[in-house]
């Protein structure tokens, strides 16, 4: 196995536990090593730190395992059913009332560029390095024996790896194979889950326990949900008694999503409002009405450290006409899940739309990603979600 061995000094990160592998760390590679490959990391005096992926790139190594012995043949399940018992911790493998869940997040499970999401029977496998793509067959075995009562493990690779790479691949079932068409409970709501037609792996999973907290709040009030995408926000809204819930999004597709998904859940004693169009120019169109919640749940602006000051702008200017939306008194629940933008950046710039917007706004909860997408206390990048609730007056 190719070895990397590391500067005097950069083995102290690894030790610690963080596992990526900067290129500029690398004192030399001995050996060859293609992207994907398992490569040896070792300090400068040559002692084994662990294993992990090579790519020629900024991050050049993902360590998924410590230690100087090997990975077993059994590694990805041992790690798997880890996972999977920490999901039986937190009550959501075998719960009635949620059968949708995300069992391996990355680094936060120890199997850096890597997502599995459960939907029902059905595993998605969603690989964002070459090296866990190449060891996707003995991934998908994994999952199957590790996960009860399973039909099918689909891989949805394709859009998330490397261009170069990725035209050289195909979407399609590693094990067993199950209708694509997935009808999903969410603490008792239905969502209707595509893997293959779906953003993500299908569903937004993250925003679980958010739409779960919105509705506590919905009871008789009426609701504006932007960037609806299938409609999550809403249904738990209208589920909760909201008296009216208009969905925005630019996507006609969507648009049809959240339609199907708001008929799997009637009946509702309250009206819903699908409407496709540009959320910006909707929220800019001062004839439209105001509301007593506002939810404002948009796409990653910034994928990448250079797009992040155009990414701030761009949350301001948002953030701003979505406040002139709420009725005095009214709530606001505004999200960001681009990693680039740290929560106090994110809450900076939410003050800075409310002093644009002149209105005055009061915290009342500080949001994150669910425990089904944990962060490993040694790599803080794996938090990427982050939202306010605010009251405005």
């Known amino acids: 196995?190719?070895?990397?061995?590391?500067?005097?000094?950069?083995?102290?990160?690894?030790?610690?536990?963080?596992?990526?592998?900067?290129s500029g760390a690398i004192s030399k590679i001995m050996g060859e090593a293609d992207d994907g490959d398992r490569v040896m990391v070792s300090d400068v005096h040559g002692k084994i730190l662990g294993y992990g992926h090579y790519h020629d790139g900024s991050i050049a190594v993902r360590m998924f395992h410590l230690g100087k012995e090997s990975p077993s043949a059994s590694f990805w399940e041992e790690t798997l059913r880890e996972a999977y018992r920490k999901r039986q911790l937190l009550g959501l493998a075998d719960n009635p009332n949620t059968d949708c869940y995300r069992l391996i997040h990355g680094e936060g499970d120890n199997m850096p560029g890597l997502i599995v999401d459960i939907y029902g029977k059905t595993a998605v496998l969603q690989c964002?390095?070459?090296?866990?793509?190449k060891e996707r067959e003995e991934l998908a075995q994994a999952i199957y024996k590790v996960v009860p009562n399973l039909d099918g493990v689909y891989d949805k690779s394709r859009e998330t790896l490397p261009k170069h790479y990725a035209q050289e691949t195909q979407n399609g079932f590693l094990v067993g194979e199950a209708p694509l068409e997935i009808s999903v409970k969410e603490n008792s709501c239905t969502f209707l889950v595509n893997p293959a037609t779906g953003q993500k792996t299908g569903f937004f999973l993250d925003q679980r326990n958010n739409r779960n907290l919105l509705g506590q709040y919905c009871s008789g009030k009426t609701?504006?949900?932007?960037?609806?995408?299938?409609?999550?926000?809403?249904?738990?809204?209208?589920?909760?008694?909201?008296?009216?819930?208009?969905?925005?999004?630019?996507?006609s597709k969507a648009m049809a999503l959240t339609d199907k998904n708001i008929e799997a859940n009637q009946p509702f004693a309250g009206e819903?409002?699908?409407?496709?169009?540009?959320?910006?120019?909707?929220?800019?169109?001062?004839?439209?009405?105001?509301?007593?919640?506002?939810?404002?749940?948009?796409?990653?602006?910034?994928?990448?450290?250079?797009?992040?000051?155009?990414a701030v702008k761009g949350y301001k200017r948002l953030n701003a006409l979505a406040f002139n939306k709420v009725k005095p008194g009214g709530m606001m629940f505004t999200f960001s899940c681009?990693?680039?933008?740290?929560?106090?950046?994110?809450?900076?710039?939410?003050?800075?739309?409310?002093?644009e917007a002149g209105r005055r706004a009061y915290v009342v909860h500080r949001l994150q990603q669910p425990p089904d997408h944990p962060t490993l206390l040694f790599h803080p990048e794996g938090s990427y979600l982050k939202g306010l609730v605010l009251i405005v007056d």
């Open 1 to 22: 196995m190719t070895e990397i061995r590391l500067k005097k000094g950069k083995e102290n990160a690894v030790r610690r536990g963080h596992p990526w592998v900067f």
């Open 272 to 310: 819903h409002q699908s409407v496709t169009a540009d959320v910006l120019k909707y929220l800019s169109n001062k004839d439209e009405e105001e509301y007593d919640i506002v939810v404002v749940d948009p796409p990653a602006f910034a994928k990448s450290l250079r797009k992040k000051h155009n």
């Open 223 to 251: 609701v504006l949900n932007t960037f609806c995408y299938s409609g999550g926000f809403s249904v738990y809204a209208l589920k909760e008694g909201a008296s009216k819930v208009v969905s925005v999004d630019i996507s």
């Open 338 to 355: 681009s990693q680039v933008i740290d929560p106090v950046l994110f809450e900076n710039t939410i003050v800075a739309a409310a002093l």
């Open 128 to 133: 964002h390095s070459i090296g866990m793509h």
